[in-house]
Structure formats: structure tokens, C-alpha cells
């Protein structure tokens, strides 16, 4: 029985996630020691990973914790970071992105994951797997750590449509609202309107208009809207779903990642700016780990593709091992029945 088979019958319990493996600008190695990593956090997990096998098969191998849980599958062709996307719809049916895809159309997977083009994911995860009934534009949703229930707020759209309209923002926060309702248990999540105040006289005109859509919208479709929110309400508990387009989404977690990693450097500068300093940082060792998980934005890495008939996670073209583990994770809960459950804790550093 292949590892694709086990989703039906006696492997039933088993989560298949579909790998494109020679996306992203790390390589296969990065995305081989992520899949290694996500084992640790879910023991069940089991891959079909598509892409150069002659490269692939003797390093899946030496892998202890990979070697009997991977079904490869031979791709000829890499969708390169560079691709234009009408192209590759036109001409990537041999490329790893294609299969991975095509592995969770056909059933044979729960998720893919991949770390390749953004642009070129989203267009063939739209050929291959289409559109939900009823979505206009699918959107990129992303987690972010936060104060509020359930430790971390839904930002989307963060890539998928720079130019999004009122229509679009409002079928982004029906999108949101529905995956924080099914994915997060959130009876009626709150949904905020990402703007540069929360005065009703603030923000472009096409974000006007979707505050009065969104808000005649929140009833029926069973949320709380909040209204206008800003940026630093993000991380604050302020709503469980922001909307944004993807152009501002994008701009905003890149901005966010960067000023924790630059966080992070500025503590071991300091610690390590004097003798005394150095050993105020041993006393504190258990703490500043603690805090270095916690701001850490590998460890939220990967954006969900909402409105597509088939789950696909999108991880960071840059990411490491712990970055494309999180996005494993990421996809492995969201293939589980009922809310997600919270890892974030358990992400190796």
C-alpha cells in the first residue's frame, strides 16, 4: 500500500501531506530537515514529496525519521522563484508544484505545502483545485502571536490579490470569519477592517465602502465586526480577523518579522556589552529563551489559501528548517477534525 493509499482503510488515522520540495530559496535540504522536524510534532504524519528523485532519494534515506514515511515521486521540472505565473499554468505540468497540488486534487494527500513562487501556487492551485461555490478571490490567511483567546489573530489577505476592492475585502472577511469560526472554535470570531485610523472619515475610498459591506454582512454571515482596526491592534486583543488587500498584508508581516528579528539582535548586543551584562544573561538564560521562542516568526511560518476546494499552505520562499516545520504544522492541523489544536509551543528553535 502506498502512503497515498492510507488515507483510506486501515491508515485512516494517518495525516498525508503533499510536499513540493524544490521550492524556495533554501533548497531541498531546508525543506527535508522541516519535514524531519515536523515529525517530532506530529509522529502519525506521513509525505508524498515530489521533485528530483535522483537528488531527493539518497538524502530522504540518511534521514532516520524519513526514511519509511515518504512516498516520492519523480518531477522533472522546478517552478523557479523567478516564474512568471501565466506561464507556468501554461507549461508547469511537469514541475513539482504541479504534482504536489495535484496529489491533494486527487485525493492522495490532506495538504500541500511548498515555499516556491507565491504567485505561481496561487494560480495553479486555482486551475487545479478551483474556487470554492461563492469565492470571487481566494485569499492568503496568515497567524499571528496575539493577546487575544486564542494566542494568535488571522491576517489575510497577505499576498494572493495586491489590488483587492471593496467586493474583495468583503469576501475576505467572510473567508476569515469562517476558517477562525471552523479552524479556531470561534463561535462568532470579531473581524477588524485594517485602516490608517479607526474615524470613519479615515482610509481610501474602497475601504469605506467595505466597512459599510462588512458591516451589513456581520449578521448573517454569524460575526462580530469590530470596524476599523490598525496595525498595532494586531498582536493587541482587539479581533480575531484582520482584513487587509495583500499588497498592505504582505508589506505589514514582512515589517513585523523584521523588527522582531532586529528585537532579538538588540538583546544579545546588550547582554553581551559588558562582563556584568554577560552573566545578568546567564541568570536570565531560561527567560530570554522563552522570549526568543515567543518572537521568533520562523514558528508562524505559512499562509493558508482560502476559498480553494483543497487545502494548500504557503510557506516563506526564505525559510528554514524551523520555518518550513511550522508550515507542516501547520498544514497537518488544519487536515485534523475540529478546531486547531495549539503546537506553537512545542516548535523547536
Known sequence: MSISQQLDGDGADHIVISIDAMG??????????????AVKLHPKIKYVVHGDSTYLAPR????????????????DEVVEMSSIP??????????????????????????????????????????????????????IACH??????????????????I???EQDLRNFAVLGAEYARVGMGLEMPRV????????????????????????????????????????????ADAADVFVTDGYTGNAMIKSVEGTAALIGE???????????????????????RRLAKRIDPRRVNGGVFLGLNGTVVKSHGSADAVGVAAAIDLAARLSMPGPLPNTADQHDA
Open 86 to 139: 501565466s506561464s507556468v499554468v501554461r507549461n508547469g505540468q511537469r514541475t513539482s508544484m504541479w504534482s504536489a497540488i495535484d496529489a491533494v486534487r486527487n485525493g492522495e494527500a490532506q495538504a500541500a505545502v511548498s515555499c516556491g513562487n507565491t504567485g505561481a501556487l496561487m494560480a495553479l492551485s486555482m486551475l487545479r483545485l478551483r474556487r470554492a461555490e461563492g469565492t470571487k478571490r481566494p485569499a
Open 60 to 75: 530522504i534515506h540518511k534521514r532516520r525519521r524519513l526514511n519509511d514515511r515518504c512516498e516520492l515521486r519523480h518531477s
Open 24 to 37: 524556495g530559496d533554501r533548497g531541498p535540504g531546508a525543506v527535508l530537515a522541516g519535514m524531519a522536524k
Open 163 to 165: 489590488k483587492a476592492d
Open 144 to 161: 499571528w502571536p496575539s493577546r487575544n483567546r486564542t494566542g494568535f489573530s488571522i491576517l489575510l489577505d497577505v499576498g494572493a490579490d
Open 192 to 235: 477588524g477592517l485594517l485602516n490608517i485610523g479607526k474615524e470613519t472619515f479615515k482610509g481610501r475610498k474602497e475601504i469605506r465602502a467595505a466597512n459599510d459591506l462588512i458591516s451589513e454582512d456581520a449578521v448573517e454571515q454569524r460575526f462580530n465586526y469590530v470596524g476599523y482596526v490598525e496595525g498595532s491592534d494586531i498582536t
Open 266 to 288: 538588540f538583546l544579545k548586543e546588550a547582554f553581551n556589552y559588558t562582563f556584568l551584562s554577560r552573566i545578568g544573561a546567564l541568570f536570565a538564560l531560561t527567560s530570554l
